[in-house]
């Protein structure tokens, strides 16, 4: 090859969310282990030395091998694979955000972000770039995370209100800014995304000549593409979730003319054809799973049936189950449960300890919250929004079985019962909510949360610990779940992801 020509792999993957051991298929082949990911980053690197492994954020939360351990066991598992940068995702903040800068310093690589800051003094949290030397060609990394993220740091009180999520078009000018300052210079500009498919489109769209992106590789909004999209002159790629796959991006650099001149791209499947299994990281897979078993093989309850919990925008049956269960072991008249934070695809007959806690990680606490009629029906008509229900953005709740909603999409005309009953614009419900949507009422609700929270007489804490009242119910009360029941109903015509439920419906 021309001396002026240096050919670049970059591997990438993103929102792992605590998937390790893989599944194994009815052919008897594993898929998506994190041992086939180490073994094909290894095989890559050892065929071409210019090779680097970046992962666009969210590799925490998912698994109870990650969240027992807090993310420090998914950092162990990481460590075990040469990775050369991570970007932080909003899920890397769930166990607080000192938690993560302690995880970030465990860490054998670099986690990155350039616009998670200190509202006072602008300061990084994180390493704002991440850049590597190939063949005497720079590349540089740049870490963007979503603005979402803040919306979780209002849960942490007191630090989550000195830090904010910067403009990320300014903070790649600070970034550039600090390296000329140093004399550094990058050939090739990588951003490491955290903000969504959509998001990454966009922001590549706003971006300015001058500014010399070249490649935007994200994650977040857990997108599979079939090409890879150039907008603005910048190619754009994400690689779905859950390792499923790996993104394997084939570049040839001309120093020359200072340009990217040529590149292939393709989503590798992450399975025994494609991928070799390194042993030492299956090893300590394996024992962490071994611990979980022995801790959380506990049986908690049997349902009538395996219940499906499939879609972000839509009800299941596992969100009418925990809705219900909620309902009843706190006494209220109506619990709304965020979809986002059932963690599940599904669940089988036998509930174990480990199956529950996967399901629903959380246990944070659930207040009750004295609602009107009136901004009920405000609420979920804000929740009937196409971000909701055509995106899976926002949030979409499970309501308890009291209460039936009837939405038509196309006409917006939007009837609710309580009851049986037409539910009155000055009927009062007490309604449960989780601690996160009652702190971020506007995001799910369309409230404003500092009204909502002012009036201290309509709120009162109904449960500490989430997790332990749906345990404990779900432990004294057996051959509870079924199929989808009417309290839900939304017609017309839904598009975007609730298609891809219609269709998974209709083929089971």
């Known amino acids: ?84 940068v991570m970007s932080l995702g909003n899920h890397e903040l769930d166990y607080g955000i000192s938690h993560m800068l302690f995880a970030g310093r465990y860490a054998n690589f670099d ?47 007191l630090v989550g209100r000195y830090v904010t999520v910067a403009d990320a078009k300014d903070e790649i000018r600070r970034t550039y800014g600090k390296l000329r300052k140093k004399g550094r210079k990058a050939d090739v500009v990588v951003l490491l995304t955290h903000i969504g498919w959509e998001a990454d489109l966009e922001l590549a769209r706003s971006l300015e000549k001058e500014l010399d992106v070249d490649i935007i590789i994200g994650g977040h909004s ?79 309850t049997t349902l009538k049936m395996p219940l499906d919990n499939y879609g972000r925008g839509n009800p299941t049956e596992v969100g009418q189950l925990f809705a219900d269960a909620f309902a009843d072991a706190l006494g209220v008249d109506v619990m709304a449960v965020a979809a986002s934070s059932l963690r599940c695809y599904s669940l089988d007959t036998d509930i174990t300890l480990e199956g529950l806690k996967e399901a629903y990680p959380y246990n944070g606490k659930i207040y009750t919250v004295t609602i009107s009629g009136e901004r009920l029906k405000k609420g979920i008509m804000y929740m009937m929004r196409p971000e909701v229900l055509e995106q899976w953005q926002d949030a979409f709740f499970h ?92 017609r017309g015509n839904v598009g975007g992801l609730a298609l891809e439920v219609k269709k998974r419906r209709e083929e089971n």
Request: aromatic content about 10%.
């Open 222 to 300: 857990h997108t599979y593409i079939d090409e890879p999209v150039i907008e603005n002159g910048i190619l754009v790629l994400q690689c779905g979730f859950e390792n499923t796959h790996i993104g394997k991006l084939e570049f040839v650099y001309n120093k020359a003319t200072d340009a990217v001149e040529e590149y292939s791209w393709e989503m590798i499947p992450v399975d025994e054809d494609h991928c070799p299994s390194d042993m030492y990281v299956s090893a300590m897979i394996n024992s962490y799973e071994y611990e979980i078993e022995n801790k959380y093989s506990k049986l908690i």
């Open 1 to 84: 090859m021309n001396d002026d020509l240096v050919r670049i792999t970059i591997l990438h993957s993103n929102d792992i969310h605590g998937k390790f051991t893989g599944e194994t298929g009815d052919d008897g082949k594993l898929r998506g282990s994190m041992a086939q990911v180490a073994g094909l980053v290894a095989q890559t690197k050892k065929d071409n030395p210019n090779t680097i492994y970046c992962i666009a954020g969210d590799v925490f939360q998912g698994s109870l091998i990650d969240s027992d351990y807090q993310g420090l066991s998914t950092i162990d598992i990481l460590n075990l694979i040469d990775i050369d």
């Open 399 to 490: 309501y308890s079985k009291r209460l039936k909603i009837d939405f038509d999409y196309d006409s917006k005309e939007l009837n609710v019962e309580f009851d049986g009953e037409p539910l009155e614009d000055d009927q009062m419900l007490q309604m449960g909510m989780q601690e996160y949507y009652l702190i971020n009422a506007a995001l799910g609700f369309g409230i404003n949360p500092e009204e909502l929270l002012a009036n201290k007489d309509i709120i009162s804490v109904a449960s500490a610990d989430a997790f332990q009242t749906l345990e404990d119910y779900l432990y004294q009360h057996k051959d509870l779940g079924g199929p989808m029941d009417d309290r839900c109903i939304i």
């Open 111 to 157: 986690v990155i972000n350039a616009n998670f800051i200190v509202k006072s003094n602008r300061k990084h949290l994180f390493k704002p770039y991440y850049m590597v030397d190939i063949d005497g060609t720079i590349v540089l990394f740049i870490g963007l995370l979503t603005e979402s993220v803040i919306e979780q740091t209002q849960a942490e009180g």
